[in-house]
């Protein structure tokens, strides 16, 4: 007696795998940013405009590319408001929009645009 054995073998389907990958992984940030941020060690001078007039808040920056900064206060600052920063060390000024304001251990995380590069100061 012959006893014929035919294995067929079929390969995980691609979604189903891709899936489980997703699921598993955890998850990847998209960078939607138009220039590379290099981290730094700056002190930041932010001016914000407000209903009791313009207040200034220290902030340490954390990151820094030609459109935009991720600095660190002591102080929210209101999501979408513009305001003025100035980088002494660098000798640079303009307007930033911020774009968040998270808290990370006690003190915020702001995250700024600046819609044109910043500009020599005076």
């Known amino acids: ?10 390969p995980p389907n691609p979604v189903t795998v891709a899936a489980a990958a997703t699921a598993t992984a955890p998850a990847a940030r998209a960078e939607h940013r138009s220039a590379k941020r290099l981290p730094v060690d700056y002190r930041f001078s932010i001016f914000s405009n407000g209903k009791s007039g313009q207040r200034y808040i220290p902030a340490r920056g954390i990151n ?18 513009v305001v003025s920063v100035k980088v002494n060390k660098l000798g640079l000024m303009g307007s930033a929009s ?3 304001c998270t808290v990370k251990g006690g003190r915020f995380r702001i995250g700024l645009h600046f819609p044109s590069p910043l ?3 005076q």
């Open 1 to 10: 007696m012959r006893v014929r054995v035919i294995l067929q073998l079929n």
């Open 64 to 81: 820094m590319s030609r459109s935009g900064a991720l600095v660190e206060t002591e102080e929210p600052v209101v999501i979408g408001s």
């Open 98 to 100: 911020v774009r968040h």
């Open 119 to 121: 500009a020599q100061s």
